[in-house]
């Protein structure tokens, strides 16, 4: 029953390394999100992506970008992590239809915790 | 989007009903209330929303106050695995991409 599925659960990467974090929906949804989440910060939206190649910067894009070639999948990347992108990051999806029950529902995976050395 | 208080933290015993009260007395006509709920290292699920009347689902029960500026999530009959970090948002139903998670209430449910 697993419905927005992240790559990997568990990163321990070096600091200038270049970082792939892989987010696959299987819900059709248009919309697709990266968050970060952080002790005493919350969530932040990074980017977000509502349609196939298309993106928009949420709250805190510096450092990051983003890739959607297809519509199930959204990647996040880092072009050169540093120690200060030590953080769980969670991708979500949601339905994009307007007026649709589940309009603003959106559902997470797993999450995705990255530590930087 | 209306902005929303919560308690920081509650607990409640095994078996026993949690309420987790929510306030947004500066919500709007045509804002839902939604409520999440995040256990210990994975991401957040959502439970349930409504517009004015309560709801139930599976999960929870929503009430909403009558003039709308607060609501109380029920978990009828907590259990363990219940421990979590709940979101109470409001937003506009058709409108936006950005959903605003505030710090939530921790809920501990001691056996």
């Known amino acids: 029953d697993v419905k927005v599925t992240q790559s990997s659960r568990y990163l321990v990467k070096r600091t200038g390394e270049k970082v792939f974090l892989e987010c696959v929906q299987d819900m059709d949804h248009e919309n697709m999100f990266w968050y970060r989440q952080d002790p005493g910060l919350g969530l932040r939206l990074i980017y977000f992506?509502?349609?196939?190649?298309?993106?928009e910067k949420g709250d805190i894009p510096e450092g990051y970008s983003v890739s959607r070639e297809k519509k199930e999948r959204f990647s996040l990347i880092l072009e050169s992590a540093s120690t200060n992108q030590t953080s769980m990051y969670l991708c979500?999806?949601?339905?994009?239809?307007?007026?649709?029950?589940?309009?603003?529902?959106?559902?997470f995976g797993a999450g995705s915790r990255l530590t930087v050395l | 989007d209306a902005k929303t208080t919560q308690p920081p933290s509650m607990d409640c015993a095994e078996g026993r009903a949690a309420n987790l009260p929510c306030n947004h007395s500066?919500?709007?006509?045509?804002?839902?209330v939604y409520w999440y709920r995040q256990i210990h290292s994975q991401g957040p699920q959502y439970i349930i929303h409504?517009?004015?009347n309560n709801e139930t689902n599976e999960m929870a029960s929503l009430i909403i106050t009558e003039d709308r500026k607060s609501s109380t999530l029920i978990l009828p009959h907590a259990t363990l695995r219940d421990t979590a970090v709940y979101y109470c948002?409001?937003?506009?139903?058709?409108?936006?991409?950005?959903?605003?998670f505030g710090a939530g209430t921790r809920l501990f449910v001691k056996a």
């Open positions: 500066t919500i709007s006509g045509n804002e839902y």
């Open positions: 409504g517009l004015k």
């Open positions: 948002i409001v937003r506009g139903y058709t409108g936006g991409f950005k959903t605003i």
């Open positions: 992506s509502y349609d196939v190649k298309m993106k």
């Open positions: 979500a999806s949601k339905d994009g239809t307007r007026g649709s029950l589940g309009a603003n529902v959106l559902t």
